[in-house]
């Protein structure tokens, strides 16, 4: 099995998508070069195959294909947080009647002492279901209780992981193998049309969840027992609808469905209705306004408007609901994206952070680093949707038959599809037809001279490696573009020598930010309960980053006087939170300059995207080398 470093090698690799030398890995990952090369040389050992080709100049990279082998294989088998293993091991023991503990802790790719702390973990949350528990004979293991509760269970753990993506019914769907649920949801919408009934919309996607788990659970031969269905009487409507979808899907499936089936069914669309349920109804009219007042803060805050994201507002009315109930009746999640959230989309668990601050202020509430996290994915669901919108718009021209057009589109829409998108394939160049188009960037196959003030990037019919380097450079050229200005003025301006910082030896997260505090304060740049707000954010959740940094702020702006951003680098690698720090960005931002926040973020996600430039951060000695390094 592979080790924790070489695992994080491959998550390196493969989030930088491109060649990284063997002396940026060493260091960001504190090692020496020797060791990186055994690493990747067992890497490649353990999957039997040259996962990790090396070129003596470029340096490391994984191979095209087997990339996406990689993450295939580490959703699958390799969770990355303790939080992400539990809610796996108790997927599977859901999934299966008993499951070998030596098998199960091999597949974790932990020991056995600790898949033993992982059940005791999880021994603990299922006292929130009923008769649950976990069984031990011999070297096997087996979730013991009624079926009722299982599939309560697994219709949570599906909810949890699709938190954010609750809406995109294809996510959903991909949870059920044996069937394919947009059909099965095709089924049950023709039935409710033809009955004319009236479902709340807002519970279509925990619906299909629902469903999805009853016919898993019946196609995996798992049914209630006699007294264990729901005796609550229901409408005869809602009878009939159960039956006919049910009788529908039984031919589809070639499924055997019990009376009890049917049943119990009916009494969970009684509770759906739109007009009968009334409790969850009412939630939604506490949080509706909320809401509402979040998105327009976002907008205020951070200069990103979600206001027309229909999306967005129901999954966070929803989720935020859910937060309620689960306050209310003392119930504790876990949530195993929450360091992947972390690690990279530091701008959007900085939203979450400060959306659940707004939430306990108006609510009254304390709400977990968990749930935190569910709500920076809804945020994070949303900001991937408007950065769609802005994709940068790029005209090709490619006087080529069309087999050659259509190959060279392709490679390009393959490698870029994130950041750009082509809008028009012409075979010739006419100035007036590309003014039209109001594209922001032009790839040619062929030289082309022109006046206008497009970036122009020639590349090969065939788009070759040196070709995709070529695009990568223009495209990086227009985002410095974009927010050059405000970069310089924001960050740069704000970087001040004297709060500049090398070799600091300080071993304590509370010691870095009281010095930095401290230093700030004597100079007049912020009020003496700055540090207080400090720390208060930090103990909201540790704000330290997967390849060793940390931003500790302040989330009021009323305590500063003038911006400025504190930096430090540590003599030491410090424990912060679950990283290892090196670098520290302390941020002190007026009301005046808020905005600066989401153009920090930018530049935040630049970096951590690229590993050989923050390597370079690491190793300045000075203010005026930090600057240049920066740029």
Same mark, same amino acid.
């Given at each position: 099995m592979l080790t924790k470093r070489q695992h994080m090698i491959m998550t390196i690799m493969h989030n930088q998508k491109d060649w990284i030398v063997g002396k940026d890995l060493a260091k960001l990952l504190n090692v020496s070069d020797r060791t990186i090369r055994n690493d990747i040389a067992a890497i490649n050992e353990f999957y039997a195959d040259t996962m990790i080709e090396s070129n003596i100049r470029k340096g490391y990279r994984i191979q095209g294909?087997?990339?996406?082998?990689?993450?295939?294989?580490?959703?699958?088998? +390799?969770p990355e947080t303790g939080e992400e293993r539990r809610w796996m091991i108790l997927k599977i023991l859901v999934e299966h009647n008993q499951v070998n503990l030596y098998q199960l802790a091999e597949q974790m790719c932990i020991s056995e002492f600790s898949l033993e702390n992982d059940m005791n973990k999880i021994r603990?949350?299922?006292d929130n279901y009923q008769g649950l528990k976990i069984v031990r004979q011999s070297n096997m293991l087996q979730l013991s209780g009624g079926e009722r509760e299982k599939r309560h269970l697994y219709?949570?753990?599906? $909810?949890?992981?699709? $938190?954010?993506?609750?809406?995109?019914l294809n996510k959903v769907a991909e949870n059920f193998i044996r069937f394919d649920?947009?059909? =099965?949801?095709?089924?049950?919408?023709?039935?409710?049309?033809? $009955?004319?009934?009236?479902?709340?919309?807002?519970? +279509?996607?925990?619906?299909?969840?629902? =469903?999805?788990?009853?016919?898993?659970?019946?196609?995996?031969?798992?049914?209630?027992?006699?007294?264990?269905y729901q005796q609550e009487k229901y409408g005869i409507e809602e009878y009939e609808i159960s039956r006919h979808f049910f009788e529908k899907? $039984?031919?589809?499936?070639s499924l055997q469905v019990r009376e009890s089936e049917i049943c119990d069914f009916a009494v969970y669309l009684k509770h759906g209705k739109r007009k009968g349920y009334c409790e969850e109804e009412q939630l939604q009219g506490l949080v509706s306004d909320l809401v509402q007042h979040i998105i327009v803060e976002i907008r205020e805050h951070f200069d990103i408007d979600f206001s027309e994201d229909r999306e967005f507002r129901l999954g966070?009315?929803?989720?935020?609901?859910?937060?309620?109930?689960?306050?209310?009746?003392?119930? /504790?999640?876990?949530?195993?994206c929450l360091e992947e959230v972390k690690r990279k989309y530091p701008l959007i668990f900085e939203m979450g952070v400060w959306v659940c601050k707004i939430m306990e202020e108006h609510l009254n509430i304390i709400i977990s680093e968990n749930e935190i996290s569910f709500i920076a994915l809804h945020i994070g669901s949303?900001?991937?949707?408007?950065?769609?919108?802005?994709?940068?718009?790029?005209?090709l021209i490619c006087p080529h038959n069309q087999m050659v057009k259509d190959l060279c589109i392709q490679k390009i829409v393959n490698r870029f599809q994130e950041r750009m998108e082509i809008v028009e394939c012409m075979s010739y160049f006419e100035e007036s037809l590309i003014k039209e188009k109001n594209p922001d960037l032009i790839l040619t196959t062929q030289p082309v001279e022109h006046t206008l003030d497009i970036e122009t990037t020639e590349v090969s019919m065939f788009f070759a490696y040196k070709d995709e380097a070529a695009v990568f450079q223009t495209l990086n050229r227009l985002d410095q573009i974009r927010y050059k200005n405000n970069f310089q003025f924001f960050i740069l301006n704000l970087i001040r020598e004297e709060f500049f910082t090398v070799n600091m030896e300080e071993d304590q997260p509370e010691k870095i930010i009281s010095h930095m505090c401290d230093k700030l304060h004597v100079r007049g740049y912020v009020k003496e309960d700055f540090k207080a707000g400090v720390l208060k954010r930090e103990s909201l959740s540790p704000t330290s980053f997967f390849h060793g940094f940390a931003i500790p702020h302040n989330m009021s702006h009323q305590a500063t006087i003038h911006s400025a951003i504190s930096t430090a680098i540590l003599k030491q690698p410090?424990?912060?939170?679950?990283? /290892?720090?090196?670098? =520290?960005?302390?941020?002190? +931002?007026? /009301?005046?300059?808020?905005?600066f926040l989401k153009i920090f973020f930018d530049w935040l996600n630049d970096i951590v995207s690229n590993p050989e430039k923050f390597a370079r951060l690491l190793e300045v000695q000075d203010y005026q080398n930090f600057v240049n390094a920066l740029l």
């Open positions: 294909e087997k990339a996406k082998r990689f993450t295939e294989e580490t959703k699958k088998e +390799i603990k949350l299922l219709e949570e753990l599906i $909810s949890f992981k699709m $938190s954010g993506n609750l809406w995109n649920l947009l059909k =099965v949801k095709n089924v049950l919408k023709n039935i409710f049309e033809e $009955s004319n009934y009236q479902m709340n919309e807002v519970r +279509i996607p925990s619906l299909l969840i629902h =469903v999805g788990v009853i016919l898993e659970r019946n196609l995996a031969c798992h049914f209630f027992k006699e007294d264990e899907i $039984s031919e589809k499936l966070l009315e929803v989720h935020t609901v859910s937060l309620l109930k689960r306050h209310y009746a003392h119930v /504790e999640i876990d949530n195993a949303a900001y991937e949707r408007a950065n769609l919108r802005r994709k940068y718009r790029c005209l410090v424990q912060w939170g679950s990283y /290892e720090v090196r670098f =520290v960005l302390l941020l002190a +931002i007026t /009301e005046e300059n808020r905005n």
